[in-house]
């Protein structure tokens, strides 16, 4: 493992060393004079969220402290405090473009998708980053906050994907969210959403039949998940009718489409090696890309330390590790500028494929053959037909 490790609870439990996460926030205001302005001021969120970013990583470089995992839970008041506090930040912020931008004046047909693109961006980039945080919880506020965040980007049923199937087959057939070597976003994306839902719909229906309940039973929790989102549409007809409604499924699909680009770059081409019979090594640093760019990790609240996270998905954020590219394979830069370049087949195919090379080389020598790794599916035993 790389870098220093800290070593001072006292300094890591201040506001002042927590803020640099806070500056998600800084997102909102953003977007409100955005839509206030029009025109040209429309391209100001994803500027702000991508290009800015992208700019601040290339100035401030990487950050490899590595905090002390041993860090008790009450010296993380102030990031916890940061993620909870974004619900109703983002709740109030996107209702209140809902009920003002279909009437307002100055804004053109194209103009108002163009406000709720940079909705999207903020539900997407930040929101669901947060959702992602709060649903690895034990605590019920946070989980609760985390459902809440989803749903109302209508992919309630994110959660039982991520922690039930993403997280234990993840480098595995088994893996909607794994991309394939060479397979593109505009291929991934639709195969993503299609077959996550169909995924987390089997795992909470196979974990009822384990219980002896029927999977129409009404502790599934894709039940609460369709009513919330139900409730969110209905509450966004009743104070933006029509044109609100529409302008808030789009900004949901916005959202869901910014999540699956970052899953994309996440685990492309990265697979656990097949011990035989159906199993898979177990989970590694290796399986996951690593970022430890300083400026969109801050944005991110750590989601690029992916390689820790993966390895030990109970860690709260601020503790999440990175890791030498011995131990964990290294982007060549942060989620802004590999998520854009993951648009363009072919800048991204330069990019990766020879990175995702060098790693098979490194970690598994002994395999020469990746031709079902490569398509998804469970590798033969030599000699089988």
């Not at 959202?255 to 090696?273: C, D, I, S």
């Not at 060098?358 to 990746?370: G, K, L, S």
């Given at each position: 493992m790389s870098a220093t490790t800290l070593n001072a609870p006292s300094e890591f439990s201040s506001l002042?060393?927590?803020?640099p996460f806070a500056l998600s926030f800084t997102v909102v205001p953003v977007i409100v004079v955005a839509a206030l302005q029009g025109g040209v001021w429309l391209l100001l969120p994803p500027l702000y969220t991508w290009a800015l970013f992208s700019l601040l990583d290339a100035l401030l470089g990487l950050n490899e402290e590595n905090p002390d995992t041993d860090t008790p839970e009450a010296d993380l008041y102030w990031y916890r405090a940061i993620v909870m506090a974004w619900f109703p930040v983002q709740a109030l912020t996107a209702l209140a473009l809902v009920a003002w931008v279909p009437g307002a004046a100055h804004l053109a047909g194209w103009e108002k998708f163009a406000v709720f693109f940079g909705v999207g961006i903020m539900n997407g980039t930040i929101g669901i980053v947060y959702a992602h945080e709060l649903m690895h919880q034990k605590n019920r506020l946070e989980r609760w906050l985390g459902d809440l965040l989803m749903?109302?980007?209508?992919y309630g049923h994110f959660r039982t994907e991520h922690l039930l199937?993403?997280?234990?087959y993840v480098g595995t057939p088994r893996d909607a969210v794994t991309a394939r070597y060479n397979e593109s976003f505009h291929r991934f994306f639709p195969r993503v959403v299609r077959e996550g839902l169909s995924s987390a719909w089997r795992a909470e229906a196979q974990m009822l039949s384990r219980k002896g309940l029927s999977?129409?039973?009404?502790?599934?929790?894709?039940?609460?998940?369709?009513?919330?989102?139900?409730?969110?549409?209905?509450?966004?007809?009743?104070?933006?009718g029509v044109w609100g409604l529409v302008l808030f499924v789009w900004a949901a699909m916005v959202?869901?489409?910014?999540?699956?680009?970052?899953?994309?770059?996440?685990?492309?081409?990265?697979?656990?090696?097949h011990?035989?019979?159906?199993?898979y090594e177990h989970v590694l640093p290796r399986h996951s890309w690593n970022a430890a760019q300083k400026a969109s990790n801050w944005l991110l609240i750590n989601l690029q330390r992916h390689s820790d996270h993966h390895y030990k998905p109970d860690r709260r954020f601020p503790l999440?590790?990175?890791?030498?590219?011995?131990?964990a394979p290294a982007l060549p830069y942060g989620y802004p500028v590999m998520t854009t370049a993951a648009l363009i087949p072919p800048l991204w195919r330069r990019i990766m494929n020879p990175r995702v090379r060098?790693?098979?080389?490194?970690?598994?020598?002994?395999?020469?053959?990746?031709?079902d790794y490569n398509k998804g599916r469970t590798p033969m035993p030599k000699g089988a037909s």
């Open positions: 002042r060393r927590a803020l749903t109302m980007v209508l199937v993403h997280h234990r999977k129409w039973h009404r502790s599934n929790p894709h039940w609460r998940y369709w009513a919330l989102q139900g409730a969110w549409l209905l509450l966004a007809l009743w104070i933006g959202a869901v489409w910014q999540l699956e680009l970052v899953n994309y770059v996440e685990h492309y081409g990265l697979t656990r090696k011990l035989g019979e159906g199993k999440l590790q990175t890791y030498a590219e011995t131990e060098r790693w098979r080389a490194m970690f598994y020598p002994e395999i020469a053959d990746w031709s």
